[in-house]
């Protein structure tokens, strides 16, 4: 079948030595967190309801202190990673791959920050009357929250089609049909837990910058803004609802005034979001611990 001069003899042919491949240990030890953070994070978010006891414990804090060292690892790697700073939008789908493995990150830190603890406090907190008038109140906040945020962020940074207004506003409206289409999962069976319909809101807030990425580019500029939508929506509800225990006007003051200064550095800073989501992340984490102090000291 084949000529005699397509043989090569073995003892012919050059010996030159392979080397090895190199693996960088920190690269396994951030896949590794990588994957820890995701799967627990779906863990946490589907596990039951344990009791606001444990999160007094560690002082409101959401997450258990290994889990916390996990994420501040990791957004230490984001900042040194290149991705969605000032240089990255000049070819966002660059490196699909590497930014959607750190969206799934965003993902979980949501997870972690946000699904776990609010399940926890709906179920100690119980259903209030006048949960419709808060339905309503928390979608028109939060998409009033995406059109400002998402507006200035993509403004300040002028993508390339100088169109980034009109951009952001397609960004949002894309995230609006997304909250106006899980709000027919309750009336499928979807209905656990004391506000269905708002949590699947908040849900779809955390999973749209991720499920938007795989179809726009620009999604990435939706995180913040759902992070402070999350962060508002969660206090104003309690104070729209009746019989729910209303926060005090010191916890919802300082979680706009803390996302005011997220938001003016993250214009002022120039960097994309390289700063911006490690900051951002930040005020989650101080928001889901005043929401945790006021619920413990709430009755059930």
Not at 194 to 207: D, G, H, K
Request: net charge negative; charged share 10%.
């Amino acid at each position: 079948m084949f000529d005699d001069s397509a043989y090569i003899a073995p003892e012919t042919m050059p010996l030159a030595t392979i080397p090895s491949p190199m693996i960088d240990a920190w690269s396994v030890v951030f896949l590794a967190l990588a994957l820890f953070v995701v799967i627990t994070g779906l863990l946490a978010a589907y596990a039951p309801s344990s009791g606001l006891q444990r999160y007094k414990n560690r002082f409101f804090v959401p997450v258990s202190p290994f889990v916390l060292t996990a994420f501040v690892y990791l957004f230490m790697a984001y900042l040194s990673s290149g991705v969605f700073d000032e240089s990255w939008w000049s070819d966002p789908r660059q490196d699909d791959a590497y930014a959607t493995f750190w969206m799934w990150i965003f993902l979980a830190f949501n997870l972690h920050i946000f699904a776990a603890p609010q399940r926890d406090i709906d179920a100690h907190l119980g259903a209030g009357n006048g949960r419709s008038k808060a339905l309503a109140w928390s979608i028109g906040v939060a998409i009033a929250i995406l059109v400002l945020v998402t507006a200035l962020l993509m403004h300040n940074q002028q993508t390339p089609d100088q169109t980034a207004v009109k951009t952001s506003l397609w960004l949002v409206g894309w995230m609006a049909a997304l909250m106006a289409g899980v709000l027919l999962l309750p009336l499928l069976g979807f209905d656990d837990g004391s506000r269905p319909e708002l949590n699947w809101v908040r849900w779809s807030l955390m999973f749209g910058p991720l499920l938007w990425f795989l179809v726009f580019e620009h999604a990435p500029f939706l995180l913040l803004g759902s992070w402070i939508a999350v962060m508002m929506t969660t206090p104003l509800s309690w104070l729209l609802e009746e019989s729910a225990a209303s926060p005090r006007p010191p916890h919802i003051a300082m979680i706009a005034l803390l996302a005011v200064v997220t938001i003016v550095f993250a214009i002022t800073s120039g960097e994309g979001l390289r700063y911006t989501i490690p900051m951002g992340a930040s005020l989650c984490v101080v928001s889901s611990m005043l929401d945790l102090r006021h619920a413990t000291s709430s009755r059930q």
